[in-house]
């Protein structure tokens, strides 16, 4: 009895009383039995699926990886729970170490980068008022802070708590109204050049009637400002 092939190419390779018993499919021709063309079509989709799985992992050498599992295992095995632990928990203070140094260094990056925001705009608005910048800029520093927003950097004027500080329009104040302010108050206005509040006679290292405070009086901030002002020979003249 003849054996019946599933696919033929062409019918001539059957007996000729078996053609019959064949389908024309695709350009080739297939036995007429129920579950054939499924039976390809899922032929069809695991070689399209080897194939993908051939290309993905064409490089892999499976002894290699037989290896590796071997060997983890084994390290299981050996080393068990509470070693595993101790080498996880190792890593993690390693990483936390790290974090740290990076974050020290982040940190003194960002104080830097504050500072020469800070003394720039004060130093432009010193040159434009005319005061000096070795005198005040430290007491600048006190009364400002950096803030942070999704912007970007911004210098705030704050008070003694810490506070921004607003005028009465609501507006933030600046640091060159604060210098302003500065050049206008007793404490600091000898450290300007020109007017001030702590020109002649006005009540910075002054008292009444226009004689001059003994250096004993002066607090620190009158002292540098009538150094700034007349110099460190006047100074040391005056009565202590």
């Known amino acids: ?9 062409k019918l001539d390779e059957v007996d000729e009383a078996l053609r019959p018993l064949y389908v024309e499919r695709e350009g080739k021709y297939e036995l007429d039995v129920d579950g054939v063309p499924d039976l390809r079509a899922a032929l069809k989709t695991a070689n399209r699926e080897a194939a993908t799985l051939r290309t993905k992992f064409k490089d ?11 060997q983890v295992e084994e ?22 170490k790290e974090r740290e140094k990076l974050q020290k260094r982040l940190d003194k990056v960002r104080a830097m980068m504050e500072e020469a925001l800070v003394d720039g705009e004060a130093s432009r608005a010193l040159a434009e008022l005319k005061g000096s910048p070795t005198l005040l800029l430290p007491h600048i ?6 803030a942070e927003s ?3 950097f911004a ?8 506070e921004p500080r607003v005028r009465d329009d609501g507006a933030p ?25 702590g020109g002649t006679g006005s009540g910075g290292a002054s008292g009444g009637g226009g004689a001059a405070k003994k250096r004993s009086q002066m607090t620190v901030e009158q002292k540098a400002a009538f150094v700034a002002e007349h110099g ?4 040391l003249k005056l009565p202590f």
């Open 150 to 152: 999704d912007e970007g």
């Open 173 to 197: 104040v600046t640091i060159k109204q604060l210098v302003e302010e500065m050049k206008g108050a007793a404490e600091f206005g000898r450290a300007f050049d020109g007017s001030g509040a």
């Open 141 to 146: 520093r006190k009364h400002v802070k950096i």
């Open 1 to 9: 009895m003849p054996k019946l092939k599933l696919t033929v190419d």
């Open 232 to 235: 460190q020979d006047v100074y």
């Open 75 to 96: 390290l299981k095995t050996k080393a068990g729970p509470e070693a595993l632990e101790s080498i996880k928990k190792q890593m993690n203070e390693a990483h936390g």
């Open 155 to 162: 210098i705030q004027v704050v008070n003694s708590k810490g």
């Open 60 to 70: 892999v050498d499976l002894e290699e990886v037989a290896a590796l599992r071997e």
